[in-house]
C-alpha cells in the first residue's frame, strides 16, 4: 500500500507516469512514505544503497548503463549533502538524475528539531531545476505539486539533460500506508514541432476535438506569416482564434472582444462556448475573464506552443508543451488538419462576439469613453503603447486600424517605465506613436519628459482621473476607508507645468467636445511637435459608466 500524503502520490505517480522506474533509496523515517510508495509498486525497480554519497555515484552507473533518467532518494538533513558530488558530476556530464529528498515542513527548519537544514535549492548552480513541493491541502495546491513535479521531469531532459531537485516536505503522522492505489495524474508532454510521431497524436487530437480555440498572448509585430496561417486554420481548420490587439495578429475572422463577451455570458452559454482543446500562443493575455473561464471550464487538452519550450501553465490543464515557433508549428499543422470543418463552435463564437456592442460615446465622459473617441481617430500607421491599468484594459473594447502595432510592459505589469518605453520607440521610428497612459504611471515616469532628445512624433495622451482609477472599479476595494488617500493616492496634480517646462506642446480636455476638438490636432499626422494632451475624468463618472456598460452587456 502507498503513503496516504497527497505530495507523495503525486510524485510517484508521476514519475511512473513519465516511465521513469530505477529508484535508488536510502533508509530512513522522514522518506519512508516515500520508500514505501516506490516499493510498493511492481513498476518500479529499487536499488538500496545505505550511503547516500556512494548511492548518488551508483545511481549515475545506472544512468551509464540504461541512457534513462534514474530517481534518487533519500531522507532529510545531511543525507541530502552526501547527494553533492553526484550531483555535480551529474551536472557536467549532462546525465538526468532526479533527487527526491523528504524534508520537514517549511515551519520547523533551524527550530532545533532535529535533522533538519535548509534542503530546497540545496545544490544551487549543480542542478537545472530545483523544486519545492507543498503539502496538499486544498486544489490549488493540487494543480501547484503537479505542475513542479512535471516540470522538473521535463527539465531533466530538456534542452540537454542533467540533475534536477524535487524537495518533499511531509508532516507528521509520516506512517499511514493505507493507499491502495495511485491517483489518476495530469502528465503534462513535451515535444519539438519537427518530431513526426507526436505530430500524429496532436492532429488525432484536433480531429476529435469538436470545439477548439487558439488563443494569442503578447506578440512582436510580426510579418504576416502567422496571421495568415491562424486565418487558414480559421478558415479550414474548424477554430476559433482570438486575439487581443497585444498580439498583434490581424483578421476579421479573430475575435478580439471575448473579455467583454464572457462577463456577459451565462453559465450555459459558457459550457457551450468553452473550448475542448485549446492551443494557446505569445505572451501574456490581458484578459482576467478568459482565464477564468478556462480555469474553469477546463478542455480535455491545453497545448502552449513557444520558442523556449518553457512550461507555462497559465490555465491550469496544460497537457503538451510544443517547442516551436508558432508560425513554424502552424505551417506544418495546418496541412494536416485543412478540410476538417466543424462551423458550429465557430458559428457560435463569432456570433457571440458580434452581439457585444462597443460602448458608445453617449455614456458619460469617462476613461472608456475617452479611449474609444481616441482610437476612432488614430490614423493609420500609427504606433500604440498603452499604459498598465485602465489604458490597456479601455483599449480592448474598440477595434483599431489594422495597421496600428499595439505594445504595453505586460511582462510584469509595472507602471514606472511606460512613458520611457514609448520614448524609445519613438526615437527609432518615424511612425506617429501614441501612448494612452493613466496619471499615476504618467507622473511616476516624468523623468522621461527630460530625455534630450524626445522625439516630436511621440504624443500622450493622459487620462488624469486623480489617482489609480483601476481601483475604483475593483469590487469590495469600494469599502476600504484607505481607498482614496492611500490605495489609489488620490491627488490633484496638473501636468501642464511639467509638460511645458519640458518644451512639449500641451493641450488639455474635460468635456467630449473639448477631447474633439484637441484630438484633431493631437491625431495630425503632420504636426511637428511632441505633445501631451491631458484629459481630467473623475473616478465617480468611471465608475457608473464601467458599472453602467458591464450590466447593459450582461442584461442585453
Ligand atoms: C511599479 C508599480 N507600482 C505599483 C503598481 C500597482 N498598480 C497597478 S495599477 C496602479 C494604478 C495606476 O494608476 P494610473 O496610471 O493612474 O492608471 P488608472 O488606474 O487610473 O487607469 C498601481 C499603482 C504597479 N503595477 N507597478
Not at 500562443?281 to 473561464?293: A, D, L, T
Not at 508558432?326 to 495546418?334: R, V, Y
Not at 465622459?365 to 482610437?375: K, M, Q, R, W
Not at 532628445?453 to 469590487?475: A, K, Q, S, W
Request: proline share 5%; with cysteine; glycine share 6%.
Amino acid at each position: 500500500m502507498y503513503s496516504s500524503k497527497k505530495n507523495i502520490l503525486q510524485t510517484v505517480a508521476l514519475l511512473k507516469a513519465h516511465g521513469i522506474s530505477h529508484v535508488v533509496l536510502s533508509p530512513g523515517s522522514r522518506n519512508a512514505p516515500l520508500t514505501q510508495s516506490f516499493a510498493c509498486d511492481p513498476f518500479f525497480i529499487c536499488h538500496s544503497i545505505v550511503d547516500e554519497r556512494s548511492a548518488g555515484y551508483f545511481a549515475i552507473g545506472l544512468i551509464n548503463r540504461l541512457q534513462k533518467p534514474v530517481i534518487l532518494c533519500c531522507t532529510s538533513g545531511t543525507a541530502l549533502l552526501n547527494y553533492g558530488p553526484a550531483v555535480a558530476e551529474a551536472y557536467y556530464q549532462e546525465l538526468p538524475l532526479i533527487v527526491v529528498s523528504a524534508d520537514r515542513s517549511p515551519a520547523w527548519i533551524g527550530e532545533m528539531d532535529g535533522q533538519t537544514l535548509p534542503q530546497p535549492g540545496a545544490f544551487r548552480t549543480l542542478v537545472k531545476k530545483s523544486v519545492q513541493l507543498p503539502e496538499i491541502q486544498n486544489e490549488e495546491d493540487l494543480w501547484h505539486c503537479n505542475r513542479l513535479v512535471n516540470e522538473a521531469i521535463l527539465t531533466c531532459k530538456h534542452h540537454g539533460s542533467g540533475p534536477v531537485h524535487i524537495n518533499v516536505p511531509v508532516s507528521e503522522p509520516l506512517f499511514d500506508f493505507s493507499t491502495d492505489m495511485l491517483p489518476e495524474v495530469r502528465c503534462i508532454k513535451s515535444m519539438t514541432a519537427s518530431y513526426l510521431p507526436d505530430m500524429q497524436e496532436l492532429i488525432s487530437i484536433w480531429k476529435s476535438s469538436s470545439k477548439r480555440m487558439i488563443l494569442v498572448g503578447q506578440m512582436q509585430p510580426n510579418d504576416g506569416q502567422l496571421s495568415y496561417l491562424l486565418e487558414k486554420m480559421a478558415f479550414d481548420g474548424g477554430c476559433i482564434v482570438l486575439a487581443e490587439h497585444l498580439s498583434n495578429i490581424v483578421s476579421s475572422t479573430f475575435i478580439g472582444n471575448f473579455d467583454a463577451l464572457i462577463s456577459a455570458l451565462n453559465e450555459k452559454e459558457s459550457e457551450n462556448l468553452a473550448p475542448e482543446l485549446l492551443i494557446t500562443i505569445g505572451g501574456h493575455i490581458v484578459s482576467k475573464q478568459i482565464k477564468k473561464f478556462i480555469r474553469n471550464h477546463q478542455p480535455a487538452n491545453h497545448w502552449h506552443i513557444s520558442p523556449s519550450g518553457n512550461i507555462v501553465d497559465t490555465m491550469m490543464c496544460l497537457t503538451y508543451s510544443i517547442e516551436s515557433e508558432p508560425a513554424l508549428f502552424f505551417e506544418k499543422f495546418s496541412d494536416s488538419v485543412s478540410h476538417i470543418t466543424n462551423t458550429d463552435y465557430a458559428r457560435k463564437w463569432l456570433s457571440a462576439s458580434k452581439a457585444i456592442y462597443s460602448p458608445k460615446s453617449e455614456l458619460p465622459f469617462s476613461d472608456i469613453t475617452v479611449a474609444g473617441a481616441f482610437l476612432e481617430r488614430i490614423p493609420d500607421n500609427s504606433v500604440l503603447f498603452a499604459g498598465n491599468s485602465s489604458a490597456i484594459r479601455n483599449i480592448q473594447l474598440y477595434s483599431i486600424p489594422a495597421s496600428t502595432y499595439v505594445f504595453c510592459n505586460r511582462g510584469t505589469n509595472g507602471i514606472e517605465g511606460s512613458v520611457s518605453t514609448a520614448c524609445g520607440y519613438a526615437t527609432e521610428s518615424e511612425a506617429l506613436t501614441f501612448l494612452l497612459v493613466g496619471d499615476l504611471s504618467f507622473f511616476y515616469d516624468l523623468n522621461a519628459l527630460w530625455n534630450k532628445h524626445f522625439p516630436d512624433n511621440l504624443r500622450i495622451l493622459l487620462v488624469n482621473n486623480g489617482g489609480g482609477g483601476i481601483f475604483h472599479l475593483l469590487p469590495g476595494l469600494d469599502k476600504a476607508e484607505a481607498l482614496d488617500e492611500y490605495v489609489s493616492a488620490h491627488h490633484e496634480t496638473t501636468a501642464e507645468g511639467w509638460v511645458q517646462a519640458a518644451g512639449l506642446k500641451y493641450l488639455k480636455a474635460d468635456t467630449m467636445e473639448t477631447l474633439h476638438s484637441a484630438l484633431t490636432l493631437f491625431t495630425k499626422p503632420s504636426n511637428e511637435k511632441a505633445m501631451v494632451l491631458e484629459v481630467f475624468t473623475t473616478p465617480e463618472n468611471n465608475k457608473s459608466t464601467s458599472d453602467n456598460y458591464y450590466n447593459k452587456l450582461k442584461h442585453q
